[in-house]
C-alpha cells in the first residue's frame, strides 16, 4: 500500500505585544484574505516576553519599544527586514524612518507611537498637577498609581527630580537612588493583566496614575472627571516598533502581515480602536475626525520638541536603572 500523503500543516503567525494592543479585527480581516491563522500573545511587561523569548518561546512577530532593539540587534536576537515584501512600507511618515535606535530601518517597522502623560481625577485633587515634580506633593500620597514597568517606573522617578530619562550622570543616579524609597512608598501599581487604568481611576481609589492616550480615552468615556496632561517638563514619547525573531521560520509570512498593517484603511483602523497614534501618513485622512485633531494622540511641534524618547542604556548606567528599579520591586504588595 501507497504511503499516505501526509496533510500539509495549516499556515499560522505567532505574535506576542502588550495585552489588548492588537484589535480582533485586523487580525480577522488578515487571516480571511490570506488563510493564514493568526494567534495573537498579550504580555504585560517588556521584561516578560523577553524572559519567555530567552526561555524559547516561539514567536514570528513581536512588538517591542524602541528601547530594546538595538539590543535585540547585538544578541543577534532579530532578523533583518527584506522591504520587497513590505511595499506599503513606503506609506510610512519620514519622521519614522532611519531613527537612531535602527538605522536605515533594518530590524524594525514602526507599529504605534504616542506621548506619556498622567491621567488625574481632577474632581479628588486639593491643588491641580501640571508637572512631573507635582508627585511629591504629600496630599498625593497613597493616591499615585504606576504601571509596573522597570524603566517607565525609573523615568517617572528621574523626570519628578528634574532629571533626563535617559541620564547617565552618576549624581543624577544617586540621587534617584537615594529618593526611590520615599517616592516608592507613596505609590500604587497596576494588576497583573490589566489592560488600562480606568477602573482604578472610575472608582477613586487612585487619583493620578500614569497612563498613554489609550487610557485616557477609555476613562474618559466614563468619566467627565478624569483629565489627560502632559507634565510642562516634557512628555516621554515611546514607539512601538514590529520586529522578526531569527528563529522563525515564517518571516515572510510575518513581513505579508506587516504589509497588510500598512495599508491606509488597516493602519486607521488601529488608531481608531487603540486611540494612539500611526506612523503611516497614507492613514491619516481615514481616522476619527475628533483623534487626528486630539493634541494628545498627534501633538503639536512644540510638545515634541520638549519630549524624549527612551533611548538604550550603556550596560553601567543598565545595571544602575536596575538598582533603582529593585527599589521600587521591595515597596511593591
Given at each position: 500500500m501507497p504511503a499516505p500523503t501526509p496533510t500539509p500543516e495549516p499556515r499560522k503567525l505567532t505574535i506576542t505585544g502588550?495585552?489588548?494592543?492588537?484589535?480582533?479585527?485586523?487580525?480577522?480581516?488578515?487571516?480571511?484574505?490570506?488563510?493564514?491563522?493568526?494567534?495573537?500573545?498579550?504580555?504585560?511587561?517588556?521584561?516578560?516576553?523577553?524572559?519567555?523569548?530567552?526561555?524559547?518561546?516561539?514567536?514570528?512577530?513581536?512588538?517591542?519599544?524602541?528601547?530594546?532593539?538595538?539590543?535585540?540587534?547585538?544578541?543577534?536576537?532579530?532578523?533583518?527586514?527584506?522591504?520587497?515584501?513590505?511595499?506599503?512600507?513606503?506609506?510610512?511618515?519620514?519622521?519614522?524612518?532611519?531613527?537612531?535606535?535602527?538605522?536605515?530601518?533594518?530590524?524594525?517597522?514602526?507599529?504605534?507611537?504616542?506621548?506619556?502623560?498622567?491621567?488625574?481625577r481632577t474632581d479628588l485633587l486639593e491643588r491641580p498637577i501640571m508637572r512631573w515634580s507635582d508627585l511629591w506633593d504629600p496630599a498625593l500620597d497613597g493616591k499615585i498609581l504606576l504601571w509596573p514597568i522597570p524603566r517607565d517606573a525609573v523615568s517617572v522617578l528621574l523626570k519628578s527630580?528634574?532629571?533626563?530619562?535617559?541620564?547617565?550622570?552618576?549624581?543624577?543616579?544617586?540621587?534617584?537612588?537615594?529618593?526611590?524609597?520615599?517616592?516608592?512608598?507613596?505609590?500604587?501599581?497596576?494588576?497583573?493583566?490589566?489592560?488600562?487604568?480606568?477602573?482604578?481611576?472610575?472608582?477613586?481609589?487612585?487619583?493620578?496614575?500614569?497612563?498613554?492616550t489609550y487610557d485616557a480615552l477609555d476613562a474618559q468615556r466614563q468619566s467627565n472627571n478624569i483629565a489627560y496632561?502632559?507634565?510642562?517638563?516634557?512628555?516621554?514619547?515611546?514607539?512601538?516598533?514590529?520586529?522578526l525573531p531569527a528563529t522563525s521560520t515564517r518571516q515572510a509570512l510575518a513581513e505579508q502581515f506587516i504589509d497588510f498593517f500598512l495599508r491606509p484603511e488597516m493602519s486607521a483602523l488601529v488608531t481608531n480602536q487603540l486611540g494612539v497614534a500611526t506612523a503611516n501618513d497614507a492613514a491619516r485622512p481615514l481616522i476619527d475626525t475628533a483623534l487626528r485633531n486630539n493634541q494628545a494622540i498627534f501633538p503639536e511641534l512644540a510638545v515634541?520638541?520638549?519630549?524624549?524618547?527612551?533611548?538604550?542604556?550603556?550596560?553601567?548606567?543598565?545595571?544602575?536603572?536596575?538598582?533603582?528599579?529593585?527599589?521600587?520591586?521591595?515597596a511593591q504588595p
Open positions: 502588550w495585552t489588548g494592543y492588537m484589535p480582533q479585527e485586523l487580525l480577522d480581516a488578515f487571516s480571511a484574505e490570506t488563510g493564514i491563522a493568526v494567534e495573537y500573545i498579550g504580555y504585560d511587561t517588556p521584561e516578560e516576553v523577553l524572559a519567555a523569548w530567552e526561555q524559547g518561546a516561539a514567536y514570528d512577530l513581536v512588538i517591542i519599544g524602541n528601547q530594546f532593539i538595538s539590543g535585540l540587534v547585538s544578541d543577534k536576537k532579530i532578523a533583518s527586514i527584506n522591504y520587497a515584501n513590505i511595499p506599503n512600507a513606503r506609506n510610512l511618515s519620514a519622521n519614522f524612518r532611519d531613527l537612531a535606535f535602527d538605522p536605515g530601518n533594518r530590524y524594525s517597522v514602526v507599529y504605534q507611537w504616542g506621548t506619556t502623560g498622567l491621567l488625574i527630580l528634574g532629571f533626563s530619562v535617559n541620564t547617565t550622570n552618576p549624581a543624577h543616579l544617586a540621587t534617584a537612588l537615594e529618593r526611590a524609597p520615599d517616592f516608592a512608598r507613596r505609590l500604587g501599581w497596576v494588576g497583573e493583566g490589566v489592560d488600562t487604568v480606568t477602573q482604578y481611576l472610575v472608582s477613586g481609589e487612585y487619583a493620578v496614575a500614569l497612563g498613554w496632561i502632559l507634565p510642562g517638563e516634557g512628555t516621554i514619547l515611546w514607539v512601538d516598533c514590529f520586529v515634541l520638541q520638549r519630549a524624549e524618547l527612551e533611548m538604550p542604556l550603556d550596560p553601567v548606567t543598565q545595571a544602575r536603572y536596575d538598582e533603582i528599579w529593585n527599589v521600587f520591586r521591595a
